[in-house]
């Protein structure tokens, strides 16, 4: 089992910037693939980062390319989404997961899923 927990949510204006974090516990964290999603009210939660248990690979959805930065820290047991240049169609429920891959990209695939927090962008 891993337990995950996202800090850093909030409530930011048009081309802000925001850093959530995704703290792990429970299991060798350098052994999972991370990834972050979000799902906004009346729509399926989407992918928006993923990174590879090293580090290094990482993809982003194209709507969030070239203004999200994901990346991880394994002694700290923590992955991290550097937000920039937000809109307000960035506006959602902002989830991580892990799963001992290294690397998933597909939302099903994931195993373990933190409770989300919440970013609004206003305009």
């Known amino acids: 089992q891993v337990q995950l927990v996202e800090f850093g949510g909030g409530l930011v204006q048009t081309g802000g910037s925001l850093r959530l974090s995704c703290a792990a516990s429970g299991r060798t964290f350098s052994n999972y693939a991370m990834g972050w999603f979000r799902q906004a009210p009346g729509k399926e939660r989407e992918f928006v980062a993923a990174i590879s248990w090293s580090g290094g690979s990482t993809y982003y959805a194209d709507s969030v390319k070239g203004r999200f930065i994901i990346s991880r820290d394994n002694a700290e047991n923590t992955v991290y989404l550097q937000m920039n240049s937000l809109k307000p169609e960035d506006t959602a429920v902002y989830y991580c997961?892990?799963?001992?891959?290294?690397?998933?990209?597909?939302?099903?695939?994931?195993?373990?899923w933190g409770q989300g927090t919440q970013v609004t962008v206003s305009s």
């Open positions: 997961a892990a799963d001992p891959k290294e690397l998933v990209l597909h939302r099903n695939e994931y195993d373990y």
